[in-house]
Antibody, heavy 121, light 107 residues
């Protein structure tokens, strides 16, 4: 079965960077897009961007442009999301999610368990 | 950016009742509207994509309808496991956006 397993919780100081990993299994990694989604406590999910795991192409939401970098390692079937210049507003759960193949990859049909990132001085 | 507005914010119903959730888009999204269910401490789960297509393994009591700017998720008869928060999401225009959610709670 499809599984996305994310790295563990992080605590960061304002201004620092965080890198979260997402290891995929149960499907052909390079055939799908991987998205990253931020969800602050009690808030709606926010799309941050995606990577085509096959060719490495990326697309970022303007809201995070310049602060986020999404990458992948095909040999490890793992995607990564790095967010820089952290502020308290980045305290959230970050999810990776696989793009649904029937909708050009722009819906999310499998999700990681989430990684809590806490930004605090 | 397309803004999705969901109503009501909270729906208080009993098991066995019908739930009707609404999602309105700030501009037309064609048929590119999906619905997700999220339970506390869990990731969202895809229920419906492209207005009315149920995702794999989703029971038939979940159905979607609508077009353009106005969409509806209907749960025909609530089961105990259906009490959760529901989000709509559009894929018409980047960035992908979600609605603010409707919480379906036990009355």
């Amino acid at each position: 079965q499809v599984q996305l397993v994310q790295s563990g919780s992080e605590v960061k100081k304002p201004g620092a960077s965080v890198k979260v990993s997402c290891e995929a299994s149960g499907y052909t990694f390079t055939n799908y897009v991987i998205h990253w989604v931020r969800q602050a406590p009690g808030q709606r999910p926010e799309s941050m961007g995606w990577i085509n795991a096959g060719n490495g192409n990326t697309k970022y939401s303007q809201h995070f442009q310049g602060r986020v970098t999404i990458s992948r390692d095909t040999s490890a079937t793992t995607a990564y999301m790095e967010l820089s210049s952290l502020t308290s507003e980045d305290t959230a759960i970050f999810y990776c999610a696989r793009g649904h193949s029937s909708t050009n990859g722009n819906n999310f049909d499998s999700w990681g368990q989430g990684t809590l990132v806490t930004v605090s001085s | 950016e397309i803004v999705l507005t969901q109503s009501p914010a909270t729906l208080s119903l009993s098991p066995g009742e019908r739930a009707i959730l609404s999602c309105r888009a700030s501009q037309g999204v064609s048929s590119y509207l999906a619905w997700y269910q999220q339970k506390p401490g869990q990731a969202p789960r895809l229920l419906i994509y492209d207005v009315s297509n149920r995702a794999t393994g989703i029971p038939a009591r979940f159905s979607g309808s609508g077009s353009g700017t106005d969409f509806t998720l209907t749960i025909s008869s609530l089961e105990p496991e259906d009490f959760a928060v529901y989000y709509c999401q559009q894929r018409s225009i980047w960035p992908l956006t979600f609605g603010g959610g409707t919480k379906v709670e036990i009355k």
